[in-house]
């Protein structure tokens, strides 16, 4: 998990208002950068950048929905909050169907627009952890043998040892064999654990249950 | 405005003619999608065509503007590209737009629609390749008369010595070039052509902002520039017009207005019309090759008032029969005042807010004021939300619409702006030691959108006086009945009857479409807002019209309500004056405007038995004068 602390990046063309907002959030006390267009913020971002991006629907280029469009597809999807002119009902629909935090006019009070902003940071740490345990699960359950992640899908289900045995057509004493390799590689001892790390990584759907034929 | 209600027509024809299998056409355009006049004519085609054939049309378009820096490699590409499209959609009708559209199309023939009719439309007579006819095809174009265009600009300026010619550089603006020039050379004596086509446009705006006296401008066509630049010929027209020191002419009708001075006009909107009616006769199975080839020729000879007055030309320079437009006083002459005041208010809040700051400045040090001049901040934002939602509703009346709309859009930025800096000099102003050059860089910023602001309310000025009348010949019918169709689901939902009652034999009106459907909507969505508290039993409104002995059509629009207190019967039409809880009072005085203009009037009475009658008149139209 990155430790860097949060910067609101801001996107507008109008460059007036991209002034005039970058100081209220300096002056209350974000970390700020500007970009005049989407462009701009793909070629000068820092990829790694914790924080939100503020952004204006309607630009000249890529406009915002373009924008949150292009940003969803990087491995580092940070959060928007949309800036409009005038709200219009289509384009604020479809910018919060596209997952954007909110969607304010320009001239929103100040309290409603820090409020948001402080919103669309939360939600980027929350994401993030969530990413970084499923990427730290992913690595963990990727030592794993193929063997052993078929004996794990079992686990998860909550099947016995006996019963995988049977299912697998391999003796139980193996079974627990590859159990305990689990554990070491995983380094979780319970089965509640297991499930967790397995659903973190977004594995359990890889496992369908298999039963032996003829059953 | 105009094109949302002809969207709105078009759905509620498109939905009532559904049925057999939709005839495909394939429009070919010969520039992108915003390059009149070509675009004027395919848009009036498009609208006509679906307007006519609803969803029995399938309407497709490629342009060739994808062949844009034309080498024979590009333009094959796209005739392989036609091929393989073709594969899956073959059109029932081919309409190249425009002499590039149509060489195109004449030259590829064989290959692409060796058996599709093909309509060619949109260019002049002179550029139609000559066999393109023999092989079932039909064409409406122009036949341009280019010595004319110096005849006209001499009717009213006789003195003309020069004569700057505005004209791109794209393939089709070199064949136009040279065969002016060839066309003007008997004019050589006379007059001396400045030639402008080897420049840009910023080139272009130069020298027209400083041509020798006695000067005339005649724009051909910008289409692309010598620097390979594409423009919008119109906008580049009102560019021109903006810095020119002499008059300027141009070709097309629907130029008039964007500031032309005006002579015979070639009539681009309606050749779209026309052919559009060509090829509905062609889909339902007239051979193409039946239809004579015909020419749409120059409107009677118009001109702008107000270009006459700007260059000092006397009205008696001007050819018998001239039309003379543009004279009547817009909206904005009327209601400027009001349409200024509602804007102005929301100026005296960036006001309040820059002298609020201007204050703070000076005594940066007294904190403690700062937690109520917060307090006032939001409210005037507050303040500008409300009145901009009240501009937004008045949405209703679309001319009003759009202006609210727009208005709202672009005075958010700088008011945005303004809001956001006084907030953070706010902030800025509570630390011990502000950051005075800060500051100063602030309110330099507030200073500068303030002026940015008032610069949207000049355009916006622009655009409304812009906005005017488009008279043509209107079957009133026709015109209460679309709008009838699109009030009646707001009727409907109300539990509101609304009936139609005409006679059968009403004399066309002179009017502008649009304009006429604004007041009568408004009218319609009045009488079902007077019968919000009205029981249930009786809820009725009727437009109904009849014949006048004075040549005058009346029309009434009557409701079955609690009519209007006598006390405020007089003052219906006051701007600003409404009876609703959220009305705004601009729709009366705007129709009554609207209907004034057309030498008509408009009033209120209250019926009888219940409810009241808005009535308008409108003079019948002479004779259909031949255009």
Redesign the interface.
């Known amino acids: 998990m990155s430790s860097a602390s949060p910067v609101i990046h801001i996107v507008d063309d109008?460059a007036?208002?991209l002034?005039?907002?970058s100081?209220?959030l300096?002056?209350?006390g974000f970390a700020v950068k500007t970009f005049a267009s989407a462009a701009d913020f793909f070629s000068q971002r820092d990829q790694d950048a914790v924080g939100c991006l503020v952004a204006d629907l309607?630009m000249p280029g890529m406009d915002g929905l373009e924008l949150q469009a292009a940003l969803a597809r990087t491995r580092n999807p940070l959060p928007i909050l949309f800036?409009s002119?005038?709200g219009d009902i289509p384009s604020s629909v479809r910018a919060m169907r596209g997952g954007a935090e909110d969607f304010l006019?320009?001239?929103a009070?100040?309290v409603v627009l820090l409020d948001a902003i402080r919103r669309t940071v939360a939600r980027d740490a929350r994401e993030r952890k969530t990413r970084a345990q499923r990427r730290e699960a992913n690595e963990r359950i990727g030592t794993l043998s193929e063997r052993e992640r078929e004996v794990l899908g079992h686990v998860i289900r909550g099947r016995l040892n006996k019963q995988i045995a049977d299912d697998l057509g391999i003796k139980e004493r193996t079974v627990k064999y590859h159990r305990q390799s689990i554990t070491t590689k995983l380094g979780v001892p319970s089965v509640a654990e297991l499930t967790r790390l397995a659903l973190e990584a977004g594995v359990l759907a890889e496992f369908p249950p298999t039963f032996p034929k003829g059953q | 405005m105009a094109s949302s209600l002809v969207a709105v027509f078009v759905v509620l024809t498109a939905v009532c003619a559904a049925g057999s299998e939709p005839k495909r056409v394939l429009v070919v355009h010969s520039f992108g999608s915003v390059a009149p006049p070509f675009t004027t004519h395919s848009i009036a085609f498009e609208t006509e065509l679906v307007e006519k054939m609803g969803k029995r049309v399938d309407l497709d378009e490629v342009s060739l503007d994808m062949a844009r820096y034309a080498d024979s490699t590009l333009q094959e590409a796209l005739v392989e590209y036609l091929q393989k499209r073709q594969s899956h959609w073959q059109p029932d009708l081919v309409v190249p737009i425009g002499s590039p559209a149509g060489v195109f199309v004449a030259q590829y023939r064989d290959r692409l629609f060796p058996k599709t009719p093909i309509l060619y439309t949109g260019m002049d007579r002179r550029r139609l390749p000559p066999d393109a006819l023999e092989k079932n095809a039909a064409f409406i174009g122009e036949n341009f008369d280019l010595p004319g265009f110096v005849e006209d600009i001499l009717q009213i300026a006789p003195a003309t010595k020069n004569i700057a010619v505005v004209i791109g550089a794209s393939q089709v603006e070199q064949y136009w070039a040279a065969a002016f020039r060839k066309e003007f050379e008997p004019y050589a004596n006379r007059i001396n052509f400045i030639w402008l086509n080897d420049l840009s446009l910023d080139q272009m705006l130069e020298k027209t902002r400083a041509l020798p006296p006695d000067s005339f401008i005649f724009l051909i066509l910008l289409l692309r520039d010598a620097t390979g630049v594409t423009h919008n010929a119109d906008e580049a027209l009102q560019r021109i017009h903006a810095v020119a020191n002499a008059p300027i002419n141009s070709i097309f009708q629907h130029q008039l207005g964007l500031g032309i001075v005006g002579g015979r006009l070639y009539q681009a909107e309606l050749e779209g019309i026309e052919s559009a009616r060509i090829a509905v006769r062609i889909l339902n199975g007239e051979p193409a090759s039946s239809f004579q080839p015909r020419i749409v020729g120059p409107l009677s000879p118009r001109y702008d008032w107000r270009e006459l007055k700007r260059w000092k030309i006397k009205e008696e320079r001007l050819p018998p029969g001239s039309v003379v437009s543009f004279r009547e006083p817009t909206v904005w002459d009327n209601y400027g005042g009001w349409i200024i005041a509602g804007v102005s208010f929301c100026f005296v809040q960036a006001v309040l807010i820059f002298g609020l700051l201007a204050n703070l400045a000076k005594r940066r040090l007294a904190e403690r004021s700062l937690i109520a001049s917060e307090d006032r901040v939001?409210l005037a934002?507050?303040e500008?939300?409300r009145l901009q939602d009240e501009i937004a509703h008045v949405g209703r009346v679309s001319m009003m619409g759009q202006l609210a709309?727009a208005l709202?859009?672009?005075i958010?930025?700088?008011?945005?702006?303004?809001?956001?800096?006084a907030?953070?000099a706010e902030?800025?102003m509570q630390s011990k030691t502000p950051d005075l050059e800060?500051i100063r860089a602030?309110l330099a910023?507030i200073r500068?959108?303030d002026q940015?602001a008032g610069d949207v309310i000049d355009r916006m000025r622009a655009l409304l006086k812009r906005h005017v009348l488009d008279t043509q010949l209107l079957d009133l019918a026709e015109l209460v009945g679309d709008v009838a169709k699109l009030a009646q689901p707001d009727a409907a939902t109300r539990h509101v009857k609304l009936t139609v009652n005409l006679p059968a034999d009403l004399p066309p009106v002179r009017g502008d479409r649009v304009h006429l459907q604004q007041v009568l909507l408004n009218l319609i969505l009045n009488g079902i807002d007077a019968l919000n508290r009205a029981g249930p039993g009786n809820r009725r409104v009727t437009v109904s019209a009849r014949v006048d002995a004075a040549r005058t059509v009346e029309i009434a629009v009557s409701d079955t309500g609690h009519g209007i207190a006598a006390e405020k019967l007089a003052h219906v039409f006051d701007p600003f004056f409404t009876t609703k809880p959220d009305g705004m009072g601009m729709g009366l005085p705007i129709s009554r405007t609207i209907v004034e203009s057309h030498g008509g009037r408009l009033w209120a009475e209250n019926n009888n038995d219940t409810g009241a009658t808005f009535r308008f008149t409108l003079p019948q139209a002479e004779e259909a004068s031949a255009s």
Do not use: C, Y
């Open positions: 109008d007036s208002f002034r005039a907002t100081r209220l300096r002056a209350s309607q800036l002119g005038h006019v320009k001239t009070p100040k | 939001t934002a507050d500008m939300r709309s709202a859009h672009e958010n930025q700088p008011i945005g702006a303004i809001l956001r800096n907030e953070a902030l800025f800060e602030i910023d500068a959108d940015r």
